[in-house]
């Protein structure tokens, strides 16, 4: 294969990258409709897009000091915007304490993360030192970012439910994963290529499971049916890690938002609820005091 078809087959692998990876970003639109229609934030959090902009500044930054990269740093300008839309929006109907936490976050990661990223690479590096540091950098991020979506494959085993793992999120995500891993191949950029090994596995591992579970009868339900009655603290502390279950959902589920490109995470936020509808069970968040009996019912 020629020099010039190795480039032709480069930018047929970074435009559909740029295409899938943009569909991703847009995959939180009804999760914000929701809000936009309740005017209110409740149980959603905004950890997913502050994470998603400061992914999209890391890997723009590398792309400017690495060069000859500008498929990267299109996606991820565009993703800039988009996450920076998503965390204003939230922002505004968030309530105060969200609010507040937000923006510690969005300092915490933005202002001071990057910033000294920034900072220490441009005064204490440079040169191809600089760009191997960047690397490094970006791709611990992307493993880590990777690693998250184990959270859902853990709950969907553990009830049996492929409610929190779409199967249209996971074949997206699977996809972008491989489009950027042959993209960094092709550029022999290992910074972006390996991380999206793990992505494309993780990916598949997700698919398989949506396949062996989505005819399953979830366990909350065979529950429900039986009408049992919580009474006792045991149960009590099912229901908390049940609860815990879902908070792992709302930080890694879309599997969304944790966005990173060329590497991808996506979330699509829920509530801190189990909310099931058609005959399936409505778990709400239940303080119980003085050991009163607590009735869970389909």
């Not at 970074?14 to 914000?32: D, E, H, I, Q, Y």
């Not at 590398?62 to 993703?79: D, F, H, P, R």
């Not at 049916?225 to 815990?244: D, H, L, R, V, Y």
């Amino acid at each position: 294969m020629t020099t010039q078809s190795f480039a032709h087959l480069t930018l047929a692998f970074g435009l559909l990258g740029n295409a899938v990876s943009f569909m991703v970003f847009l995959a939180p639109l009804p999760t914000f409709y929701k809000v936009y229609k309740k005017k209110s934030t409740e149980g959603y959090q905004s950890v997913p897009y502050v994470v998603g902009l400061f992914s999209a500044m890391l890997w723009i930054y590398y792309a400017l000091v690495k060069s000859n990269m500008m498929l990267l740093i299109t996606i991820n300008t565009v993703g800039c915007f988009i996450q920076t839309f998503y965390i204003c929006f939230f922002l505004f109907y968030a309530p105060k304490k969200a609010r507040i936490e937000s923006l510690k976050l969005i300092g915490l990661m933005i202002v001071v993360g990057f910033g000294l990223i920034v900072g220490l690479t441009q005064f204490l590096a440079q040169g191809a030192t600089r760009v191997t540091i960047l690397g490094w950098i970006c791709l611990v991020f992307s493993l880590c970012v990777f690693v998250a979506p184990l959270g859902v494959v853990r709950l969907v085993i553990k009830t049996k439910s492929v409610e929190y793992m779409p199967i249209l999120l996971s074949v997206a995500l699977t996809l972008n994963a491989v489009t950027w891993f042959f993209y960094g191949l092709l550029l022999h950029d290992y910074n972006i290529a390996i991380p999206n090994v793990l992505g494309f596995t993780f990916g598949i591992l997700q698919i398989i499971l949506y396949f062996v579970y989505k005819n399953k009868k979830p366990i909350f339900n065979e529950k429900a049916s039986t009408g049992i009655k919580i009474k006792n603290k045991t149960e009590e502390q099912k229901i908390s890690e049940a609860s815990k279950d879902q908070e792992i959902v709302d930080i890694v589920k879309l599997s969304a938002l944790m966005s990173s490109f060329p590497v991808v995470a996506a979330k699509l936020n829920e509530n801190n609820n189990i909310n099931v509808v058609d005959n399936h069970l409505v778990v709400e968040p239940v303080h119980v005091t003085n050991h009163s009996t607590v009735e869970v019912a389909a």
